[in-house]
């Protein structure tokens, strides 16, 4: 045999290894996230077609319809780097790995899509990985069903931080129910170098801790790998201190841009409320649904008490009072995707056909709704 | 003392009515009532969606009376319940170019709740269910329960399914041609031309009926080489047409006016397939939300009834290929095409061949997502009072 003849017998024996080193499920979840993009990124130009009347460019400039509102800001500091004040909203992880995968794709925009949609790969396998420690192979894949056709899950596939920090926080969890402390509290680290949430991972981490010393009654060292998590946190504090000389100077930024500031539950979900009195657009977005996801996150943070793991149920709860402690609750629906073990609870209601049929139709007709309020460039969430 | 024996009698009688209510939903399989309890659920987050849709896209509230149902009365439907409401004239332009029994049913309906438009869906919610149970039923005699429930599935989340929901014929046709056909399968050959007949006095699609129905009687001699005299039934099924020939010739004084309207109310005539996609893709240069709708949305259901009438006549029982081809070549054998999405809902042979695709969780995960997404983009402009096929 002549080694021309050898070589395609070796490339292809690698990727048959590569293909059986993931399990049928895990490459399930794979298929899943590329087709739920493709879909939604054909669904997001006909809408645009269809409800804008706008003709969109033939080549692949079409796929440009995403990026509106932080895809802008992330873009820009991918770009630029920490120029302004108003980049501080930008935590630093994401951004510098667009700027990474720009010198291969030359294109800042879709080094953005191809990082999320890395970053969604993994997580969707991660997650089905950290329910199928608790749960059946069933409701595991349910919950990254749900994940994926969430309302306001086009966010895990556009130029937003969402789909790496959901990666990065899963990695996380399993790292630590699989009692790899260090690593938990590096991919911790990370996640809160990608999003403010990040730190509710701290709890939740002493948590499992405290349920892993309840079962072993010794302790653990690595247990203290927990402290790692904030140092992601303390890199933007460093970002803040470079850009305004000031390390929490992205508490001013966000109260001039945001108008909004720390308070009790009920003051942001009283005002979402009284956004019902605004005109029918606003006061569906910024009533209706705004009031609508936080208490479907309050709801499920209760049930996960009773139902779920303590540090999920920590994790959801922490999460949920960190954009509802505010005068003025904004992109509810956006951050109620990070709630994840709300879709372990919705894999569980799913065992029943009915729940199951309610809860896919509702999830993808809002996901088409919201979807196309996006792709138009309207603010959603 | 006597309150106590009261109480007594009371509990007894209670419990005789819900005993003799559990025997008689013990009778119903378990699965008829997942596919009513879904067709139930499906049209309450269709029409919450509506109104969010409509608040949020036209910045809109909702309509004064019956605003959650108002917003989906809109084309066909303003006429179909104008005729349910004053009946059939000759002085109005559509004459009796609608066929009758959905407006005749709503008008029954309405003699009880007093609300047309409440009627109609009343109508339409019933029909569902009835559609909903027999095509299951149907599917069970060839296929798995899986594969049943799926293809009811994928009939209730079609892109186009809101039209089962709201006062259109939809889901009364598909009710009484799928009960025709299921008869037909389980040789109740009297009642298959009963229902056949009423689909056809409900849509001109009822003809297709005459063939599948031919069809199966074939199929079935060809299985057991014995004649079955049951068979003339299939005569009844144009029966149906014939109160709508009866109606025009009472509205109009000739029973063949709406045949000869086609040419004044309708922008298209009978034409080769290809004629009609050949102008869905010169409909492309259009505007670009007419080019998506009336070229590209005609385009693609055109394209997938066809794939779905060639894999019929290959996968399935010829019964479903004939009814799959007949009803296809009703709405492309035309100069334009106009509605595919809409008449696509009719072929069901179509969910049975997703729901076999759909055994694969991959497929099961994309036709899904497709569906819905597209039922909302669809269902969005219907409401907004575009026109959405």
Same mark, same amino acid.
């Given at each position: 045999?002549?080694?021309?003849?050898?070589?395609?017998?070796?490339?292809?024996?690698?990727?048959?290894?590569?293909?059986?080193?993931?399990?049928?499920?895990?490459?399930?979840?794979?298929?899943? *996230? &590329?087709?739920?993009?493709?879909?939604?990124?054909?669904?997001?130009?006909?809408?645009?077609?269809?409800?804008?009347?706008?003709?969109?460019?033939?080549? $692949?400039?079409?796929?440009?319809?995403?990026?509106?509102?932080?895809?802008?800001?992330?873009?820009?500091?991918?770009?630029?780097?920490?120029?302004?004040?108003?980049?501080?909203?930008?935590?630093?992880?994401?951004?510098?790995?667009?700027?990474?995968?720009?010198?291969?794709?030359?294109?800042?925009?879709?080094?953005?899509?191809?990082?999320?949609?890395?970053?969604?790969?993994?997580?969707?396998?991660?997650?089905?990985?950290?329910?199928?420690?608790?749960?059946?192979?069933? $409701?595991?894949?349910?919950?990254?069903?749900?994940?994926?056709?969430?309302?306001?899950?086009?966010?895990?596939?556009? =130029?937003?931080?969402?789909?790496?920090?959901?990666?990065?926080?899963?990695?996380?969890?399993?790292?630590?129910?699989?009692?790899?402390?260090?690593?938990?509290?590096?991919? =911790?680290?990370?996640?809160?170098?990608?999003?403010?949430?990040?730190?509710?991972?701290?709890?939740?981490? $002493?948590?499992?801790?405290?349920?892993?010393?309840?079962?072993?009654?010794?302790?653990?060292?690595?247990?203290?790998?927990?402290?790692? *998590?904030?140092?992601?946190?303390?890199?933007?504090?460093?970002?803040?201190?470079?850009?305004?000389?000031?390390?929490?100077?992205?508490?001013?930024?966000?109260?001039?841009?945001?108008?909004?500031?720390?308070?009790?539950?009920? *003051?942001?979900?009283?005002?979402?409320?009284?956004?019902?009195?605004?005109?029918?657009?606003?006061?569906?977005?910024?009533?209706?649904?705004?009031?609508?996801?936080?208490?479907?996150?309050?709801?499920?943070?209760?049930?996960?008490?009773?139902?779920?793991?303590?540090?999920?149920?920590?994790?959801?709860? *922490?999460?949920?009072?960190?954009?509802?402690?505010?005068?003025?609750?904004?992109?509810?629906?956006?951050?109620?995707?990070?709630?994840?073990?709300?879709?372990?609870?919705?894999?569980?209601?799913?065992?029943?056909?009915?729940?199951?049929?309610? $809860?896919?139709?509702?999830?993808?007709?809002?996901?088409? &709704?919201?979807?196309?309020?996006?792709?138009?460039?309207?603010?959603?969430? | 003392?006597?309150?106590?024996?009261?109480?007594?009698?009371?509990?007894?009688?209670?419990?005789?009515?819900?005993?003799?209510?559990?025997?008689?939903?013990?009778?119903?399989?378990?699965?008829?009532?997942?596919?009513?309890?879904?067709?139930?659920?499906?049209?309450?987050?269709?029409?919450?969606?509506?109104?969010?849709?409509?608040?949020?896209?036209?910045?809109?509230?909702?309509?004064?009376?019956?605003?959650?149902?108002?917003?989906?009365?809109?084309?066909?439907?303003?006429?179909?319940?104008?005729?349910?409401?004053?009946?059939?004239?000759?002085?109005?332009?559509?004459?009796?170019?609608?066929?009758?029994?959905?407006?005749?049913?709503?008008?029954?309906?309405?003699?009880?709740?007093?609300?047309?438009?409440?009627?109609?869906?009343?109508?339409?919610?019933?029909?569902?269910?009835?559609?909903?149970?027999?095509?299951?039923?149907?599917?069970?005699?060839?296929?798995?329960?899986?594969?049943?429930?799926?293809?009811?599935?994928?009939?209730?989340?079609?892109?186009?399914?809101?039209?089962?929901?709201?006062?259109?014929?939809?889901?009364?046709?598909?009710?009484?041609?799928?009960?025709?056909?299921?008869?037909?399968?389980?040789?109740?050959?009297?009642?298959?031309?009963?229902?056949?007949?009423?689909?056809?006095?409900?849509?001109?699609?009822?003809?297709?009926?005459?063939?599948?129905?031919?069809?199966?009687?074939?199929?079935?001699?060809?299985?057991?080489?014995?004649?079955?005299?049951?068979?003339?039934?299939?005569?009844?099924?144009?029966?149906?047409?014939?109160?709508?020939?009866?109606?025009?010739?009472?509205?109009?004084?000739?029973?063949?006016?709406?045949?000869?309207?086609?040419?004044?109310?309708?922008?298209?005539?009978?034409?080769?397939?290809?004629?009609?996609?050949?102008?869905?893709?010169?409909?492309?240069?259009?505007?670009?939300?007419?080019?998506?709708?009336?070229?590209?949305?005609?385009?693609?259901?055109?394209?997938?009834?066809?794939?779905?009438?060639?894999?019929?006549?290959?996968?399935?029982?010829?019964?479903?290929?004939?009814?799959?081809?007949?009803?296809?070549?009703?709405?492309?054998?035309?100069?334009?095409?106009?509605?595919?999405?809409?008449?696509?809902?009719?072929?069901?042979?179509?969910?049975?061949?997703?729901?076999?695709?759909?055994?694969?969780?991959?497929?099961?995960?994309?036709?899904?997502?497709?569906?819905?997404?597209?039922?909302?983009?669809?269902?969005?402009?219907?409401?907004?009072?575009?026109?959405?096929?």
């Amino acid at each position: 045999m002549t080694e021309a003849e050898t070589e395609p017998i070796t490339a292809k024996t690698r990727l048959g290894q590569l293909v059986r080193s993931l399990p049928a499920d895990d490459w399930l979840m794979i298929g899943w *996230v &590329l087709a739920i993009k493709f879909l939604l990124f054909v669904f997001g130009a006909k809408a645009v077609l269809v409800l804008a009347n706008k003709r969109l460019p033939n080549d $692949i400039e079409w796929l440009r319809i995403w990026s509106y509102w932080d895809t802008q800001h992330y873009l820009d500091v991918a770009k630029n780097g920490y120029g302004k004040a108003v980049h501080l909203m930008a935590y630093p992880l994401y951004p510098w790995l667009v700027r990474a995968v720009t010198w291969l794709t030359h294109d800042y925009y879709f080094s953005a899509l191809v990082v999320s949609t890395a970053a969604l790969i993994f997580a969707a396998i991660l997650l089905r990985r950290l329910a199928s420690l608790d749960f059946s192979g069933q $409701i595991a894949e349910r919950a990254v069903w749900f994940f994926l056709i969430f309302p306001t899950a086009y966010f895990l596939h556009i =130029g937003y931080t969402e789909s790496l920090f959901l990666c990065l926080a899963f990695g996380a969890f399993l790292a630590v129910r699989k009692e790899k402390w260090w690593l938990g509290g590096a991919l =911790g680290a990370l996640a809160t170098m990608t999003r403010a949430n990040g730190l509710a991972l701290v709890p939740a981490f $002493i948590v499992e801790a405290i349920q892993q010393w309840r079962a072993v009654r010794s302790w653990r060292w690595h247990w203290l790998w927990i402290a790692a *998590v904030p140092l992601g946190f303390c890199v933007y504090l460093l970002l803040n201190q470079h850009v305004s000389g000031h390390a929490f100077g992205f508490v001013d930024m966000r109260r001039e841009i945001f108008r909004t500031s720390p308070d009790w539950p009920w *003051v942001g979900l009283r005002e979402a409320y009284r956004n019902l009195r605004r005109d029918p657009s606003d006061a569906e977005m910024v009533g209706g649904q705004e009031l609508f996801f936080a208490l479907l996150g309050l709801l499920c943070a209760v049930v996960s008490w009773f139902k779920l793991r303590p540090s999920y149920a920590t994790w959801i709860t *922490v999460t949920w009072l960190g954009f509802t402690c505010v005068t003025f609750v904004q992109s509810a629906p956006r951050y109620t995707l990070a709630l994840f073990p709300i879709f372990i609870l919705f894999g569980l209601a799913a065992q029943n056909r009915i729940w199951n049929a309610v $809860i896919t139709i509702w999830s993808l007709l809002f996901l088409g &709704l919201f979807a196309s309020l996006s792709a138009r460039g309207w603010w959603a969430f | 003392m006597a309150g106590g024996l009261f109480d007594r009698y009371d509990v007894n009688e209670t419990s005789t009515v819900v005993a003799a209510t559990r025997k008689l939903l013990s009778r119903v399989p378990k699965d008829d009532w997942l596919v009513v309890a879904w067709s139930f659920v499906a049209k309450i987050v269709l029409i919450v969606f509506g109104v969010v849709s409509l608040h949020i896209n036209n910045n809109a509230p909702l309509p004064a009376h019956d605003g959650l149902l108002q917003i989906w009365n809109r084309w066909d439907s303003v006429q179909y319940l104008r005729l349910a409401q004053s009946g059939y004239s000759a002085a109005g332009p559509w004459k009796a170019w609608f066929y009758p029994l959905f407006p005749w049913s709503t008008r029954a309906v309405a003699a009880v709740t007093g609300d047309y438009l409440i009627a109609g869906f009343i109508v339409s919610a019933v029909a569902l269910a009835a559609a909903a149970v027999a095509l299951r039923r149907l599917l069970c005699l060839d296929f798995s329960r899986e594969i049943a429930l799926r293809a009811v599935w994928f009939l209730l989340i079609f892109p186009t399914s809101y039209f089962l929901h709201i006062a259109y014929t939809e889901s009364l046709f598909l009710a009484f041609a799928i009960g025709s056909i299921f008869a037909a399968r389980k040789n109740i050959w009297w009642m298959a031309g009963g229902l056949g007949a009423l689909s056809w006095m409900t849509r001109a699609n009822g003809a297709v009926l005459v063939p599948t129905l031919a069809v199966e009687a074939a199929y079935q001699f060809w299985k057991g080489r014995r004649w079955n005299w049951q068979w003339l039934w299939i005569c009844a099924v144009p029966l149906g047409f014939g109160v709508y020939l009866l109606l025009n010739w009472h509205v109009t004084g000739n029973p063949f006016t709406a045949i000869h309207m086609r040419k004044t109310v309708s922008v298209t005539s009978w034409a080769w397939p290809w004629t009609g996609i050949r102008e869905a893709f010169r409909n492309l240069h259009r505007t670009p939300s007419q080019a998506e709708m009336v070229g590209a949305q005609e385009l693609y259901f055109s394209i997938l009834g066809l794939a779905c009438v060639i894999v019929s006549w290959i996968k399935l029982r010829p019964v479903y290929a004939v009814w799959a081809t007949g009803n296809w070549l009703l709405f492309s054998a035309v100069t334009f095409i106009e509605s595919a999405p809409r008449y696509t809902l009719l072929i069901f042979p179509l969910f049975i061949l997703f729901g076999f695709v759909s055994e694969n969780r991959f497929w099961n995960g994309v036709i899904t997502v497709w569906s819905l997404l597209f039922l909302a983009l669809f269902s969005a402009v219907f409401v907004h009072g575009t026109w959405a096929f």
